[in-house]
């Protein structure tokens, strides 16, 4: 529960990558980005070239995220709450993300349109070399907040992967990568939506200690390919207690990729 | 290369579970049993009591695994090939299977039949508690031998998934268990064929070192179950170097359950 008064603002600004690139974001509504955002984005090859698409970008983490690791990419910001738009808006506009800003945009637009109307809101089909997304997964049956906004990040709706990969597919260019963040339990849904534009898919699962069950998974792979799926092993965020591991710190710090490329 | 002379037995009487158990099976042909059915029977919980039945038996290593671990455990052995349903024959007959012989049966019939020719080979509706399966899973596009046995246990045919899941979902009473080893790759097929049919499904995949991608997941599940998937910590195989890790060499001779029950 927080008292905020009249001089505190309702956003935060908050380093991340060590400083090398910020968020402006809500403070206490809406869906704030956090880990999820960031192992996303280091789903992306450091060496990656070319023009990138964020999905359900929020306030901009992943996509700022790849632009800060990748120098050679250019990012669209894809969100459709006009909300959280405007906060994509403050983060670009931010003096401390001045360096990246000419190779990011933002696109106020739903990622589920299809055929003509989503290339009229700027969606062109074969437009993108990399699609990340960071759909809104947890599901209605969770216990959630009467926040309005964090709602709607996070309601699946049926079908959710389906459209958001449909799209994908449909402004990828041939051989285009795919990275998603998503919940285990969400895999048959994403599988049976990546079955005949994605192919060569790779999962690393994400376990919170070596000993649980994994609480989310990366996974990528790339338009047309036809290899078969492939498990790599997990990354564990935290070793001896609470310590981050190692590996879960450079990865969400931009000092690594999580494929190791 | 092996040069056999006239003396030398076309078969091979091994120990498993550290002698708990014997395997007769063909020497060079055929498909020998291995870490995998260990695996897949390592998968029972110890404490399962009721009627299970072991899909593509083989000479029986899976099978005779849970029967030797789970004492209330009674088994049927289903195979398909006449020359492999003669092995397993040959092992229930083995002395070193008496202790077991009493609880395990051997059924020679196809688990892909539907309806009435299943129950008529006597695969009947609602009769078991456990089914696990190990499926002729490697693919049709993979180097291989010249063997036609080899051949017929390990090529992948379309559809086996859901032809050897849908048997698995008749003959197992509500809430029985169900496991099955497989490789990554057929994670897609598998998730489409568990569909309204297993549920509150758990994998664990199996590593052959930490660093390294995995070969083989095993998934548990629960006829008439709603819960979602989990991705439980990996098995890893090898540890400092070729050796077994500990959990590996336990959990594949019957001394722990995979999942730990």
Redesign the interface.
């Known amino acids: 529960m927080t008292h905020a008064g009249r001089e505190r603002p309702a956003f935060t600004i908050d380093a991340f990558h060590r400083g090398d690139f910020w968020l402006v974001q809500p403070r206490d509504a809406g869906h704030r980005a956090g880990m999820d955002a960031l192992m996303l984005a280091a789903a992306v090859p450091s060496g990656f070239r070319g023009h990138l698409a964020d999905f359900g970008a929020g306030a901009g983490a992943a996509g700022l995220a790849v632009a800060a690791r990748c120098p050679d990419a250019t990012v669209t910001l894809v969100e459709q709450s006009a909300e959280m738009a405007g906060f994509a808006r403050q983060t670009l506009a931010h003096e401390g993300n001045a360096r990246l800003a000419s190779r990011v945009s933002l696109l106020e637009a739903d990622v589920t349109l299809t055929g003509k109307a989503r290339a009229a809101v700027g969606l062109a089909d074969d437009s993108c070399d990399f699609v990340i997304m960071n759909p809104p997964f947890n ?1 209605a049956s969770d216990r959630s907040t009467p926040d309005e906004l964090r709602r709607r990040a996070h309601v699946m709706e049926d079908g959710l992967f389906e459209t958001w990969l449909r799209s994908a597919a449909a402004v990828a260019r041939p051989r285009a990568g795919l990275a998603l963040i998503a ?3 969400s ?2 849904q994403i ?2 939506a ?2 005949g534009r994605f192919g060569s898919a ?1 999962i690393i ?1 994400i ?1 919170p200690r ?5 609480i989310r ?1 990366v996974l990528r792979a790339r338009k047309g390919a036809r290899g ?7 990354l564990i965020l935290h070793e001896h207690g609470h310590k981050l591991s190692a590996r879960a710190d450079a990865t969400s710090n931009g000092q690594a990729s999580l494929f190791g490329d």
């Open positions: 599901m919940r285990p339990q895999l048959p599988l049976a990546l079955a790779e699962p376990h070596a000993d649980a069950a994994a998974i078969g799926l492939a498990l790599r092993p997990p």
